[in-house]
């Protein structure tokens, strides 16, 4: 009568590490007499760094067989095999990097005699992370080609406790908790000759372990308060507790009007990055870390947000001015300023502590246009001199004044978002040569 044998034979190979052998396949197909059979032997062996490939990374293949009573071993595929014999098949490959898979042996019978079926599996990955898939893969065949009839699963926990599974793959393991699992399998037969028979059992081990941590984000800045157009210290001393390389940063800031703004590159100043309203800004920081060189299947993590509020002052300037390089002691001073940084106010206190017409040497100077409010950033200043104005005694240079230079300085006030108010000074100097000699006392300059 004729006789179908079909046998699966499985390997895998990892290279770099202890080479497993890759997978193939192996049929032995009657021919139409009984005293032997004709075989095809195909390999499906792969390389699991370049199984996509059309020749899923194999360049070469060595076989062997021979009878399983004989001492020697025939080199190449078995193109015939006898009746009622037992025979073994050797395979192992080689990868592109020149690496060879450990050899594969499988049974091939073509006896009457029923054999046990050969219980085998895969699993992958053998590592996994908690809550992550595996598969389990039955490569588990019979030596005479007859059809496995049942599969007995169990699964032996961390803690040395069997679970039974029955005829179901156990791939809930990565939900079991973490730890290493060993995975029992035994198959049986449904022979066309003879009692059925079952396995010896086979095991492999998966290990399942944590996923990752998040990194942790921490920096500091100062000094607090920040002075808006001024160098400040940025130190960002964020973290990863299990290691890993940090690879991406996300820094945000929230300004005192409530609006978030992000940060791709901190420059000198907070003014640079447009931060100069005064007030509480919110620096915010996110941290990215890389678990994938401990496992593939790790998940990389952002950190929680860390904040730290920092206040701001912006910037307050005045530059002061004279109309005049030289005056007559008598004369009035002709001042001008200018501010940037939203001044409210600006003063000039004189060199002298006061003249023949007022008891102070400080004087308010008038904008050139109206202010605001807020104030605008940059504005200009006069002393009044018109008739308009009610022009300004306080600058007038008392009579008895020396020839000499003499300081006048300029004051800028700024109010803070706390409601305090920032100055900012400025000194120039005047030269005074000669008095007047209108009998006047005085003169103003203006119309």
Do not use: C
Not at 28 to 44: C, K, P, R
Not at 242 to 254: C, F, M, S, T
Not at 256 to 284: A, C, H, R, S
């Amino acid at each position: 009568p004729k006789r179908f044998i079909s046998i699966v034979l499985i390997i895998l190979i990892t290279i770099g590490i202890l080479p497993i052998p890759p997978t193939h396949n192996a049929y032995a197909v009657s021919d139409s007499g009984i005293s032997s059979y004709n075989v095809s032997l195909t390999s499906t062996s792969y390389d699991l760094d370049h199984q996509s490939e059309a020749a899923k990374g194999i360049i070469e293949e060595e076989w062997k067989w021979k009878e399983a009573t004989a001492t020697a071993w025939n080199i190449g595929k078995p193109s015939t095999l006898d009746v009622d014999k037992n025979y073994l098949v050797w395979l192992r490959v080689k990868d592109k990097e020149g690496a060879w898979s450990d050899p594969y042996v499988k049974v091939i019978s073509t006896m009457n005699d029923n054999l046990a079926p050969i219980a085998q599996f895969i699993v992958n990955p053998s590592t996994q992370v908690i809550n992550k898939p595996i598969t389990i893969t039955d490569q588990s065949y019979d030596p005479n080609g007859d059809p496995i009839a049942e599969w007995k699963w169990r699964v032996q926990k961390p803690d040395g406790s069997w679970v039974d599974y029955g005829g179901t793959k156990p791939t809930n393991i990565p939900s079991l908790g973490v730890g290493t699992y060993t995975i029992e399998l035994t198959v049986r037969d449904d022979p066309q000759y003879g009692t059925s028979l079952w396995s010896e059992p086979y095991t492999q081990q998966v290990t399942i372990i944590p996923e990752n941590n998040k990194p942790v984000a921490r920096f500091t800045i100062g000094p607090n308060p920040i002075i808006a157009d001024e160098p400040y210290s940025l130190n960002d001393t964020s973290y990863d507790p299990d290691g890993d390389p940090l690879v991406a940063r996300e820094w945000k800031v929230q300004k005192p009007d409530g609006t978030w703004v992000t940060i791709n590159e901190w420059k000198p100043t907070f003014e640079e990055m447009g931060l100069d309203d005064d007030g509480t800004y919110k620096i915010q920081l996110r941290v990215l870390d890389d678990p994938t060189k401990r496992h593939p299947a790790l998940t990389p993590m952002w950190s929680d947000p860390y904040t730290v509020a920092v206040q701001v002052e912006g910037k307050l300037i005045v530059i002061g001015d004279s109309g005049k390089n030289v005056y007559a002691a008598g004369q009035a001073l002709l001042l001008n300023a200018k501010t940037e940084g939203k001044a409210f106010k600006v003063e000039a206190r004189m060199w002298y502590p006061h003249n023949e017409y007022t008891t102070t040497n400080i004087t308010t100077l008038s904008p050139d246009s109206g202010l605001t409010n807020p104030p605008q950033d940059v504005m200009t200043w006069h002393s009044r001199r018109t008739k308009a104005e009610g022009r300004d005694i306080i600058v007038i240079i008392p009579l008895k004044t020396p020839d000499g230079t003499y300081p006048v300085k300029f004051t800028a006030y700024k109010r803070k978002a706390d409601g305090t108010v920032k100055t900012a000074e400025d000194t120039i100097y005047v030269k005074v040569k000669g008095t007047i000699y209108d009998y006047s006392h005085s003169e103003i300059i203006g119309k």
